[in-house]
T-cell receptor, first 109, second 113 residues
Framework: GQNIDQPTEMTATEGAIVQINCTYQ??????LFWYQQHAGEAPTFLSY??LDGLEEKGRFSSFLSRSKGYSYLLLKELQMKDSASYLC??????????WGAGTKLIIKP | DTAVSQTPKYLVTQMGNDKSIKCEQN?????MYWYKQDSKKFLKIMFS???????INETVPNRFSPKSPDKAHLNLHINSLELGDSAVYFC????????????FGPGTRLTVL
């Protein structure tokens, strides 16, 4: 079956670095998306990886290892506004996104 | 503004009623989706339309019926509402092509009493 595994909740300190891990099992694979969702709001796109390696985009980076079924989202220089849920969503062979429950990230001063 | 919009933002209704949620996108996208996000925060795909044609119809009760009058609109009609239908419903759209980010509407919080 198809499965996504992410930690339910993480806490980090403002200015620090945090890594949110995601492991997945899908029927086929067409890349993996990360979305950010603030409480009460819609998910917004952060990154897309389809090849192994690290993609850097400002303070946010995303890593993919297809052979391990593993991805992580790295957030640097954390700001209070980064408090949100982070959703890992691989795309299966039918180009359908498979969504995890997300990781709620709490940033403390 | 270019965006995906949904109405209403909040919907409170009694069990057994019929209600509709409207979605419009002015991004020129070909594909539109309806998702349900329950209290556990899982986003579950319900329907996907490409150029007004249904391409994904997950295991959703037939009380839920999507309607796409044109490729910019995908409305969701729900008959005989049940308590378990309470959730946030998100509309989304994506550009042509198999792999593209999805743009989400603000969501409709449905509460069935």
């Amino acid at each position: 079956g198809q499965n996504i595994d992410q930690p339910t909740e993480m806490t980090a300190t403002e200015g620090a670095i945090v890594q949110i891990n995601c492991t997945y099992q899908t029927s086929g694979f067409n890349g993996l998306f990360w979305y950010q969702q603030h409480a009460g709001e819609a998910p917004t796109f952060l990154s897309y990886n389809v090849l192994d390696g690290l993609e850097e985009k400002g303070r946010f980076s995303s890593f993919l290892s297809r052979s391990k079924g593993y991805s992580y989202l790295l957030l640097k220089e954390l700001q209070m506004k980064d408090s949100a849920s982070y959703l890992c969503a691989p795309m299966d062979s039918n180009y359908q996104l498979i969504w995890g429950a997300g990781t709620k990230l709490i940033i403390k001063p | 503004d270019t965006a995906v919009s949904q109405t209403p933002k909040y919907l409170v209704t009694q069990m057994g009623n019929d209600k509709s949620i409207k979605c419009e996108q002015n991004l020129g996208h070909d594909t539109m989706y309806w998702y349900k996000q329950d209290s556990k925060k899982f986003l579950k795909i319900m329907f996907s339309y490409n150029n007004k044609e249904l391409i994904i119809n997950e295991t959703v009760p037939n009380r839920f019926s999507p309607k796409s009058p044109d490729k910019a609109h995908l409305n969701l009609h729900i008959n005989s509402l049940e308590l378990g239908d309470s959730a946030v419903y998100f509309c989304a759209s994506s550009p042509p092509g198999d792999v593209d980010e999805q743009f989400f509407g603000p969501g409709t919080r449905l509460t069935v009493l």
